[in-house]
C-alpha cells in the first residue's frame, strides 16, 4: 500500500460512536453519524466547514437518496431523513419482534437498493439479521443469526458482497444476482484476538476491500481472493469505518470512536472520535443513489 499522507484528522467531533461516512458527490461533502450521541455530521469539500445536527433516534449509517435526503437505518426501524427539512420519518419496521435490536450499518448496492444490518443492542444474542430495500420501500430479510453486523460493501461490478459479524470477527462474502439475490456465504477472512475487531468497509476501484479494525488502530486492505495486502495506521483505537471521497475519489475518510475508553486511553488518543482523512494512493468507487 502507498502512503501519500499520514491519517489526520479532519473533524475532531469527539464521537462516542462515529459511523457510516458517505461521500456525497451531488453536494461534494461528506456524512457521517454519531450513534451513540445522536448526532449527523457533514463535512465541506470545498470550504472545509462542517456542521452537525441532532437526531431524535440512534442512526446507524445513511444513504443518500435519488430523491433527496437519506435513507437511515436506526434504532427504531428504516428512515427517511433530511436535515435540511428536519425530516426524520420512520418508514419500516422489520423487526417488532426483535426490540433489544438496532439497525447498525448500511450500504447502497450497484443496482441502488439499500442493504443494513441489525444487531442486539446489548451485544448478547446473535439475533441480528441482514435486509434489502428495494426501490419500492419493500423490505427482505436476507440472512441471519449475527451477534454484530458491519458493512455491508459491494465489488466494484456489484456480482460480490462483502459483510461482517464483527464479533465473531468474520468477514464474509456472498455471490449477488441482478435481482439482488445472495447465495454462496462463505469466509471471506477470519481473525484472531489480536489485531482487533473487523468493523465498517469499503471497497476501491481495483476490486479490494478496505476494513477499518476495532481496537487494531489501523485499516487494512484485501485481495478480492481474502488475502492482507495494506495496513494504513490511524492514530486512534478505534476506527470504525471509512469511505472513498473527495472530487477524485482518492481520499480515504475514517470514522472513530471514544465509547469505552477510560480517561488514561483517552489521554493518550485525544483525537478518539474525530473524523480522519488519508489519501492512500488508490480511489474509490463512486456510490449509487438509492433509487427509493
Known sequence: M???SEATCLVDCKALLGEGPVWVERERALYWVDIKGRMLFRYDWESGSHSSWPTPFRVGSIAPRRSGGFVAGTDQGIAAVDPARN????IADPEPDRPTNRFNDGKVDRNGRFW???MDDREELAQGA???FDPDLSWRRLDDGYRVTNGPAFSPDGHSMYHNDSA???IYAFDLDEQG???ERRIFAQFGEDGGS??????DAEGCLWVAFWDGWCVRRFSPSGACIGELSVPVQRPTSCAFGGPGLDHLFITSARTGLDAQA?????????????RPGHRGVAEILFAG
Not at 87 to 90: R, T
Not at 198 to 203: A, C, E, K, L, R
Not at 266 to 278: D, I, N, S, T, Y
Open 198 to 203: 473487523p468493523d465498517g468497509m469499503t471497497v
Open 116 to 118: 443494513a444490518g441489525t
Open 2 to 4: 502507498t502512503d501519500a
Open 266 to 278: 483517552l489521554a493518550g488518543q485525544p483525537q478518539a472520535g474525530g473524523l480522519f482523512m488519508v
Open 181 to 183: 439475490n445472495p447465495s
Open 168 to 170: 465473531r470477527r468474520i
Open 87 to 90: 425530516l426524520y420519518e420512520i
Open 130 to 132: 441482514l435486509y434489502r
